[in-house]
């Protein structure tokens, strides 16, 4: 029994040193081959330059004319952001996919543009906290031009159709009654049968309407029902005229675009890989993608499209200073709040000071000051 006792704890306290030196042994290992912490990461990834993707954009990004150098909001604020924290980088110039692959892939370090916050990208790569809102927006042709569709809709409307139809109802009542008040005074007026007098009675209802003369009731009864008649048909002709006529305007319209639903019966462009492509898809709304804001915006103004769906800051600045004779307005509806950030790569170590002093630049006046420098004042 002593021995079987004497082998139980011998068996327990080998476990026991077997536990600890294992636990000892990865403690060693940690310390040995510790695992590389953000401030490590961070330091070996500012001993290099880093690779900032980025796209004429303007007012946030802006391509010089020779192509050799970047200015814009957006360029600014990361100038002296990077100032402040020490960081060397060169900019690369990419198309929209073309950043957002670059920083999933990790052939950039960061993207400075007017990159759009949104669920797909966040699954690829990360973002810095939001620097601007923005909004999706529709730019259309400023142009006056009839809308044939609201035209026809309008004439042909419910409205319109009911005062037509009250309006022929009246002439034919009136015109029975004139008939069975007046073929006795007017034999000769109401001859031929009951068939013909009835027309004849109609006919002098409807003369009555439009102010015409061809004869007046002879009977006292008659007589009030045509002042009456010819009074009430002023104010009816006024209330048909100023319906038509505002029917007429309304078709005349500067835009025929005015919310999401007129997209849907028009020609739409929008810029390819951008959230606007992506909008337009999740509404089903049939467009043309192109590769830049300015080249879906000149469709506009060559009469090729009807609107452009996209970032309604980027086409504002366009509009007014790359495209001043193009007869485009960007429209005040927004159809998508939408915010801008920096895109990183995904778990960069730059992240959390890239906030902190990015949180602190957007707090100075001068930046509002450069928004509205760069935006044209808008």
Do not use: C
């Not at 310390?31 to 004429?56: E, F, N, Y």
């Not at 003369?207 to 002023?234: C, E, K």
């Amino acid at each position: 029994m002593r021995n079987s006792f004497l082998r139980l704890t011998f068996l327990v306290a080998l476990w026991i040193a077997a536990t600890w030196l294992t636990g000892s042994g990865g403690a060693f290992a940690q310390t040995a081959k510790p695992a590389a912490s953000d401030s490590v990461l961070r330091a070996q990834l500012l001993k290099r330059k880093l690779i900032i993707g980025t796209i004429h954009a303007p007012p946030f990004v802006i391509r010089s004319a020779d192509s050799t150098s970047w200015s814009g909001l957006s360029i600014d604020l990361w100038r002296e952001i990077a100032s402040d924290l020490g960081i060397a980088y060169e900019f690369r110039g990419a198309t929209l996919t073309g950043l957002s692959d670059g920083l999933a892939e990790g052939e950039l370090d960061a993207v400075v543009a007017a990159m759009t916050i949104n669920p797909e990208r966040e699954k690829r790569f990360d973002f810095t906290h939001p620097f601007f809102r923005s909004g999706i927006g529709i730019t259309v042709s400023s142009k006056p031009r009839t809308d044939v569709w609201k035209l026809m809709s309008g004439i042909f409307s419910w409205q319109l159709a009911l005062i037509l139809l009250g309006v022929f109802a009246a002439l034919f009542i009136i015109g029975v009654a004139l008939y069975f008040l007046e073929r006795s005074r007017s034999p000769e007026r109401f001859a031929g049968g009951t068939g013909k007098g009835l027309l004849e009675g109609v006919w002098l209802s409807a003369i009555m309407f439009i102010g015409s003369s061809d004869g007046y009731p002879q009977s006292p009864v008659g007589r009030v029902i045509a002042i009456l008649w010819t009074t009430s048909s002023t104010v009816l002709i006024s209330a048909l005229t100023a319906t038509i006529a505002a029917t007429l305007t309304s078709a005349q319209l500067t835009s025929q675009i005015q919310d999401l639903n007129d997209l849907r019966r028009v020609r739409v462009g929008t810029v390819a890989g951008s959230s606007s492509e992506a909008f337009l898809k999740s509404q089903q709304i049939a467009y043309t993608a192109f590769p830049k804001t300015i080249l879906a915006l000149q469709q506009i103004a060559d009469e090729k499209l009807d609107a452009v769906v996209a970032d309604a800051p980027i086409m504002r600045y366009l509009v007014l200073n790359d495209l001043p004779n193009g007869n485009l307005m960007v429209l005040p509806k927004i159809l998508k709040y939408e915010s801008y950030g920096f895109g990183l790569r995904a778990g960069s170590p730059l992240r959390e000071e890239l906030n902190r002093v990015l949180l602190e630049k957007l707090r100075e006046p001068r930046w509002e000051e450069q928004f509205s420098f760069y935006s044209g004042g808008n």
